[in-house]
Nanobody, 114 residues
């Protein structure tokens, strides 16, 4: 009964901000590397950010300096704070627990448009 439930997506104008949340259950959250991916319409899914069990992070070059991934192990939740949003950030955003579980959330839509 592994579950990853994303929330916080929506419509925002360019330059705006959103915070995505991914609530996890059914596994020991604190021992897994967690990531955010995104998939624009008609394009392949791409890695946006990763946070390790140590809380060290990695970001795609396109979002570096604008997005921040964080985790709260007590709440079994991963966050993605997105600032200075651009139209090219428009995509379905997915939470994922990395190997060996490799489990995906259902995704949440982020649309950046005026």
């Amino acid at each position: 009964q592994v579950q990853l439930v994303e929330s916080g997506g929506g419509l925002v104008q360019p330059g705006g901000s959103l915070r995505l949340s991914c609530a996890a259950s059914g596994f020991t959250f604190s021992v897994y590397v967690m990531s955010w991916y995104r998939q624009p319409l008609g394009k392949e899914r791409e890695l946006v950010a990763t946070i390790r069990t140590s809380s060290s992070t990695n970001y795609a070059e396109s979002v570096k300096g604008r997005f921040t991934i964080s985790r709260d192990n007590a709440k079994s939740t991963v966050y993605l704070q997105m600032n200075s949003l651009k139209p090219e950030d428009t995509a379905v955003y997915f939470c994922k627990t990395e190997a060996p579980l490799n489990y995906w959330g259902q995704g949440t839509q982020v649309t950046v448009s005026s």
